[in-house]
Nanobody, 126 residues
Framework: QVQLVESGGGLVQAGDSLRLSCAFSGRPLSNYAMGWFRQAPGKEREAVAAISRSGSTYYADSVKGRFTISRDNAKNEVYLQLASLKPEDTALYYC????????????????????WGQGTQVTVSS
């Protein structure tokens, strides 16, 4: 059974950085495409970044140039490096996994991911 556990969230000031981690267990991480999503109160869940099995990436326009997704298959972990944080980045951040149709598949559509963690809160004060 695939399990995902996020960590690394916290309360920071605008302009600060954070690194979120997603610990993946139950199957080899190398077989899965991974995504990071976020949801702020009263808003819909939105894609932040995704990474394919082969390492190709997707970023939402709102985070391009500030956030970086990466994976370490040997450690079974996926990371999201957040930099130049803004108050509008405040949200509950989730990682998600899916067995992909191709090695280059990395989708921003949260409906396509079957495994989810519980989330880690990121709060950015102005």
């Amino acid at each position: 059974q695939v399990q995902l556990v996020e960590s690394g969230g916290g309360l920071v000031q605008a302009g600060d950085s954070l690194r979120l981690s997603c610990a993946f267990s139950g199957r080899p991480l190398s077989n899965y495409a991974m995504g990071w999503f976020r949801q702020a109160p009263g808003k819909e869940r939105e894609a932040v970044a995704a990474i394919s099995r082969s390492g190709s990436t997707y970023y939402a326009d709102s985070v391009k140039g500030r956030f970086t997704i990466s994976r370490d298959n040997a450690k079974n972990e996926v990371y999201l490096q957040l930099a130049s944080l803004k108050p509008e980045d405040t949200a509950l951040y989730y990682c998600a996994a899916r067995l992909p149709p191709t090695t280059t598949w990395a989708s921003p559509d949260h409906r396509l991911y079957g495994y989810w963690g519980q989330g880690t809160q990121v709060t950015v004060s102005s």
